[in-house]
């Protein structure tokens, strides 16, 4: 092994350290050589030749690929891998600055130049964008220097003014071997700024060195060519003192060295007696990352993106991961002691967490992709929230803060001269008392408006930064009038020395006019020295006068120093602007915060199985409740109820939709369009864990949202035991059940109380409303829930329900204008039972001639007994109109219900008799309305899907309506109620005007047992 140098492929003709190997005295060399900060491996074979140790010159050898190669010194600006310089300095008249310069190079060999600086309130000051300019004119050596004239010269900004010049020049000298470089920019005469700046990529490129293992040792597997395993020992690895990776012959004969970046092992080794390059990875455990501090979190994170955008995503991911952790460490370390300096690593928080959802979901890592999508809506909420305000607003308070202790201390000392003063004099400094009080007053105010911003939570309230303002401009002048009020006192006494009087007000009005003195701070003490020196001089023989001139200028200069800081505070409110900032911030992070949500959708189009797209919206529940919570806060509430729909049902809208296309995400135009075509309002509900959002959307495209404050765990065990006391209901002893009636009409009023009532103001009327619930909603029996009289909401308008609004279109499109010609299959207590313990529905069979009887005899095809088969189903059911299954049903809450979820029928020798969920599928039935009358039809396990039960499978398989049960039913009850629906039904009626008929008739034919109406409801879009 030998090394030796070159200049191959570099575009400065940098000369670098290669490592050669001669193999078994071939004129050959192989060289093993790792291309910088790129990581990657470059194995290339020259011709063996002589080399001039001196000149350093290579003669006959074939070159080395190209490639910029690792350089500690580059001749000029532009040889770096990482031409971006962060940029701090000074203007003119001493205005600090900070921004970014970058530069880039193309093909041609001509650069371009990005020169941006921004102004300590971050109003942007210059950017300049010269591009294509020629390499030789501009970089000579290590200097570059660009000049403009005319067009390409780049605006000025000056307090919002935009101002031309008709010159400029920026003049920047890179220091090599450094990495900084140092410049100015003069536009004109009008403005010079001077800039030192640091290379991003040196730091980038110390990480990567410090990330790299510091050495080989260990076992490898092959990744590249033919071979086995190798071994590195550690004597022959290169240890952590080493200063970098080196070429180590193993004793298999292979030659390798460590590509830090990628953490391979690449090098050269015979094979069937060819000399070839090999690649091995590491078999060990990962390494660990070395210990880095806070100061490095914007290198690292740079790094890691970097290597994100090069598609290297595993190793991108824990660095990505460890400059989360070091960016919140400053994050949290800036919040202790203030939000000064927080805000641009929140700002780089963001950046890095939009590459870990990228690179999570190139990964196909799900969790962690969820995880980062949810923590995103979270930084975007808290750069959405008032401290951008906060920040702007605190260095006002302070002024303020600091205007008031100096004023304070003056009334101290007015006081104390008060105590002093001769009796003929005491009125004139109780006057200056007075004014210093009133001054200290309108202070206060100020000072209680803007602490009220910097504290928030309303610091983003415009009324506040509104308040705020105002109180500034008329503090002002208030200010002003009571420096005249105070030097009224002692007119009398004063007038003796009218020329000190002069100079007194000079004095005062030296500092009034809202802007401090323009003269210099000694010219303005000598002329304090001159006044005092005169009134010690000309007032010394009246006693006091002398004492209560002084008070009077001072108190007055005081005063008139406190009216200027207010009104420059102003000034600096006016130019900050914070609810324009705030505005924009908060229109680009709605922006972002919505489109978050194409991941999860982008995910669940990758699956092909229906339980996976379930899954994979119910994991992101947590992310979606995050970015409802961010759109509402950010006042987008059209946004944030399509976020809703996201969250809900999607896995059944893609079922109802083609085959192997998941549903498109619904726009606002869309949810408008179908809620006009139902032709009714809908109140679409989201649970969140502090509150119960609901959106009412009306025909006529007016969307409305309520937020109502409540722990949803106490109204989710509400539901529970509403539902627990209705299974109770169905079977407690006759002693039980007053008590039982009771607390189901407790229960029912405290959830409409959270559920229903706040709505009552967007949702006035008579009209039909469809209602979309979302998770343990889906259990509440709307149709019972009563208003703050006690009247039930099915008793004032018809209800409806549907799992989401994006199927409804589809469900819509199953409408035909024969809705009601269809004939009636109906299958009608099966006889046997498929399982024990399934009591026969005697009362049904002896009865469902009369429900029979509401169909022509050619239009009804009734199975009782052992007829109520699975065969007969399939056979008739898809050209009945109606289907009835009047039988008994069980759902499971389970993640299985596909198995434990049926509908009883009659067994026969081809079919057990459970009509379960998977059965249902091929069915055909497309038929406009499903009566199921059978107890827990409409049951089921609740997801974000929606009810995972019978209701989701007929409704996917076509029906439009479906009559459904949801709790345990009395036969009588059931039966009563499908008899009046169906005979309202087919005597026109609209089938949810007819379904809300028929069950306010239950309840006043049952109207001491309330329980007997709860089970039933109306799903789907009917007509």
């Known amino acids: 092994m030998f090394r030796f140098w070159a200049a191959a492929g570099h575009p400065g003709g940098v000369w670098d350290t290669f490592d050669g190997l001669v193999v078994d005295g071939e004129s050959t060399v192989h060289i093993v050589h790792v291309l910088g900060a790129r990581a990657v491996v470059a194995y290339a074979r020259a011709t063996l030749s002589a080399v001039d140790d001196e000149s350093r010159e290579e003669a006959d050898t074939e070159p080395l690929p190209d490639g910029s190669l690792p350089n500690a010194a580059p001749v000029s600006a532009l040889d770096v891998d990482f031409p971006f310089y962060h940029l701090t300095g000074l203007s003119s008249g001493d205005l600090a600055v900070s921004g970014r310069l970058i530069l880039r190079t193309d093909e041609a060999g001509r650069i371009a130049v990005t020169f941006a600086v921004k102004d300590a309130a971050a109003s942007t000051l210059i950017i300049w964008n010269p591009q294509g300019l020629n390499r030789a004119e501009t970089v000579v050596g290590s200097r570059i220097v660009i000049t403009g004239r005319g067009d390409d010269v780049p605006d000025h900004r000056v307090d919002g003014r935009r101002i031309r010049i008709d010159e400029a020049m920026l ?31 040196r730091t980038v490129q110390r990480l990567r060195e410090q990330i790299a293992r ?6 490898w597997a092959p990744v590249i060519g033919s071979g086995g395993a190798v071994t590195v020992p550690s004597a022959a690895g290169c240890s952590s003192s080493c200063a970098g990776p080196r070429l180590v012959v193993l004793d298999s004969g292979a030659a390798v060295r460590l590509v830090p970046g990628l953490d391979l092992l690449a090098g050269v080794d015979r094979v069937d007696g060819e000399v070839a390059f090999r690649a091995w990875r590491r078999e060990s455990e990962p390494y660990r990352l070395p210990s880095m501090t806070v100061d490095d979190r914007e290198s690292l994170r740079f790094l890691a993106q970097d290597l994100a955008i090069a598609g290297r995503q595993a190793e991108a991911a824990p660095l990505m991961a460890r400059a989360a952790e070091l960016i919140n460490e400053a994050v949290e370390a800036g919040t202790a002691t203030g939000p000064t300096g927080t805000e641009p690593d929140l700002i780089s928080l963001t950046l890095l967490l939009n590459h870990q959802v990228r690179v999570a979901f190139e990964m196909r890592d799900y969790p962690a992709l969820l995880t980062h999508l949810r923590s995103a809506v979270v930084l975007r909420r808290r750069l959405s929230s008032d401290v951008m305000v906060r920040n702007l607003i605190r260095p006002i308070a302070d002024t303020l803060g600091q205007v008031s202790g100096v004023l304070e201390g003056f009334t101290s000392y007015i006081a104390a001269a008060e105590e002093h003063a001769p009796d003929t004099l005491t009125a004139a400094f109780r006057t200056l008392r007075v004014a210093l009080h009133e001054s200290l007053g309108v202070l206060a105010e100020l000072i209680r408006l803007s602490n009220i911003l910097v504290a928030g939570p309303t610091g983003a309230d415009a009324a506040a930064v509104t308040a705020l303002a105002e109180g500034l401009e008329q503090a002002t002048g208030t200010l002003h009038a009571l420096v005249a009020a105070a030097t009224v006192g002692g007119a009398e006494a004063v007038a003796v020395v009218p020329h000190l009087v002069v100079a007194r007000d000079g004095m005062i009005a030296t500092f009034a006019g809202g802007v401090h003195p323009q003269s210099p701070v000694d010219e303005i003490e000598a002329a304090e020295a001159r006044f005092l020196d005169a009134v010690h001089r000309d007032a010394g023989a009246v006693p006091g006068l002398a004492q209560l001139l002084r008070s009077q200028m001072e108190t007055g200069v005081a005063i008139n120093s406190a009216a200027a800081q207010i009104a420059e505070s102003k000034r600096y409110l006016d130019k900050a602007d914070p609810l324009a900032a705030l505005t924009s911030r908060r229109g680009s992070n ?20 229906d339980r996976d797209r379930i899954l994979a919206v119910e994991h992101a ?11 509402l806060d950010l006042d987008a509430v059209d946004e944030a109820l399509v976020a809703a729909e996201l969250a ?27 809620v006009a075509r139902l032709g009714h309002s809908v109140v679409e509900y989201f649970v969140r864990p502090d509150e119960l959002v609901a ?13 109502h404050p409540v722990a949803t765990s106490t109204l989710n065990d509400a539901v529970a035991d509403l539902d627990r006391l209705i299974e109770e209901r169905s079977s407690g002893t006759a002693d039980q059940l007053t008590g039982i009636e009771t607390a189901i009409t407790g229960r029912l009023a405290w959830i409409a109380e959270h559920v229903w009532w706040p709505l009552l103001p967007l949702s006035a009327g008579d009209a039909p409303i469809t209602v979309v619930p979302h998770l343990f909603l889906l259990r509440v029996p709307f149709a019972a829930l009563p208003d703050r009289s006690g009247v039930p909401l099915i008793r004032q308008r018809a209800l409806t329900f549907l799992p989401a609004l994006s199927p409804a279109d589809r469900l819509l499109d199953r409408q035909r204008p ?9 299958l009608v207590d099966p006889e046997p039972m498929p399982l024990p313990g399934l009591n026969p529905l005697t009362r049904t069979r002896n009865h469902v001639g009369d429900v029979a009887a509401l169909f022509a005899g050619s239009d009804r095809d009734i199975r009782i007994g052992a007829e109520a088969t699975f065969e007969a189903l399939r056979r008739a059911g898809p050209a009945a109109g109606v289907v009835l299954l009047a039988t008994h049903a069980e759902a499971a809450d389970s993640l299985s219900p596909a198995v434990e979820s049926y509908i009883a029928l009659a067994p026969t020798a081809t079919h057990d008799g459970l009509l379960r969920l998977d059965d249902v599928t091929g069915l055909g039935l497309d038929a406009p309305l499903l009566v199921l009358s059978a107890c827990h039809s409409g049951a089921g396990r609740v997801t974000g899907d929606g009810v995972l039960g019978m209701s989701r499978a007929f409704l996917v398989e076509g029906a439009s309506a479906l009559f459904l049960t949801m709790y345990r039913a009395e036969e009588e009850a059931a039966l009563t109620m499908v008899y009046r629906f169906l005979e309202l039904w ?33 799903y789907g879009t009917g007509d």
Not at 194 to 200: D, H, I, S
Not at 621 to 628: E, H, K, M, S, W
């Open 648 to 674: 809900r049902a999607r896995a059944t809208a893609d079922l109802l939709g083609p085959l192997d296309a998941p549903t498109p995400v619904p726009s606002v135009e869309e949810i408008r369009a179908v």
């Open 818 to 826: 024969d809705l009601r010609a269809g004939g009636l299959l109906a």
């Open 621 to 631: 529940l947590d992310f979606y409740d995050a970015l409802v919570g961010l759109l």
């Open 590 to 609: 709605r922006d972002g915060a919505a489109r978050l949500s194409g991941y999860v959708e982008q995910w669940r189009g990758r699956l092909d199985q």
């Open 214 to 219: 510091p050495d080989a040792v260990g076992r």
């Open 695 to 707: 959106w009412v959307i009306r025909p006529d495209g007016d969307i409305r949202c309520m937020r």
């Open 986 to 1018: 087919r005597h026109g009626e609209r089938t949810d005007e007819a379904f809300r008929t028929a069950l306010c008739d239950l309840m006043t034919d049952f109207a001491g047992d309330s329980a007997m109406s709860l089970p039933f409801m109306l």
């Open 171 to 201: 003049d920047v000298d890179f220091e090599p071997g450094e990495h900084r470089v140092s410049g100015v920019l003069e536009l004109g005469a009008d403005l010079r700024v001077t800039f030192v700046g640091t290379l991003r990529g």
